[in-house]
């Protein structure tokens, strides 16, 4: 059962693609809903992500067919191997 509450009601909703759940009875009602499952992408950007891995992986795919996005994307990168080195 890991860390729930034995004997405590769950409350399941869905947004966006997410599907969260909450203890329905007071006082554990006051603790906030947690991410349960749902569409990878969305509970990718509901953590708080830019994008999902597949996500990437077609900006990347796209970037070969538009010069444009690949200059911003190469743009892109290289700030993020210029911070990480000075982090």
Partial sequence: MGSL???QA???ER???VVYARYRD???SRKPRWII???PGAVERAQGKIL???EWQELCELAKDYPTLQK???KCVNMYYITKEYK
Avoid: R
């Fill in 5 to 7: 509450i034995p004997g």
């Fill in 10 to 12: 769950l409350l399941y």
């Fill in 15 to 17: 947004s966006n693609g």
């Fill in 26 to 28: 007071f006082p554990h």
């Fill in 37 to 39: 499952g749902g569409d």
């Fill in 52 to 54: 999902s891995y597949n």
């Fill in 72 to 74: 911003l994307l190469d």
